[in-house]
């Protein structure tokens, strides 16, 4: 777009013309009354009122003879100009708010459209991820109802096998429960004689003595006496 600069400067430089319409001169008639003066139907461009040594004179004549129309336009073309000029700069001010948008507008629209295509990746790897999930769940769900079905025959074997062995299970049972009244009888037969008197050797009575010298033993005593001589037979 052309720059109007030098245009502008001109039409600033440009005086305030002004029109009017051009008169018939005035003439004496025939009897001496004034004659003349009306209009001739063109007019004149002239320049605006001056100044000289405080006395007004009328401004330059810039067209003597022309129509109004163009009487017009010659004065009202500097305004005219003017005012095209501002237009036009705001016009071509205007022009790069809107380019200024466009590249945005372009910019923004690749980000969307970059943004989409990530979407797409996004997607189709999700798509393919949940395809995948979906295969290995159907694959869990098939071994577990075999690990069901192994499980269910497993206990129906074994409580075949239980029913087999509860019999000898029972046999087992009661021969350690003879076995434990069998120990606790002895123990308690023990605990009696550890608790025996020193003096149930005068007195008479059961009791645990030890010989050669003819001693009635009880308590640690008798538990120390014990354990050492059963400690000299697993040596020999």
Known sequence: MSDHGELKRLAEAFPDYDYDSNTEPFFNGPSGESLGGGSTGFYCVYGPDFE???DHYDGNTLV???TRDQAKFICEAKAGILALITENEKLK??????KDAKLGLSWAIGEIMGERDQLRTENAGLKTGYEAYEAQNA???KDLESHKRMLLNAAISFGAVGAALGGE???DASELEGLAQELRKDAERY???RARDLETIRHGGVFAGQTPSNVVLNGDDLDANIDAVM?????S
């Open 52 to 54: 000289i040594d405080g």
């Open 64 to 66: 003597e003879v022309t």
């Open 93 to 98: 001010g205007d022009l790069r708010e809107v």
């Open 139 to 141: 694959a869990l769900l």
């Open 169 to 171: 299970m029972d046999d």
């Open 191 to 193: 605990r009696w004689l």
């Open 231 to 235: 400690g000299q037979g697993e040596q």
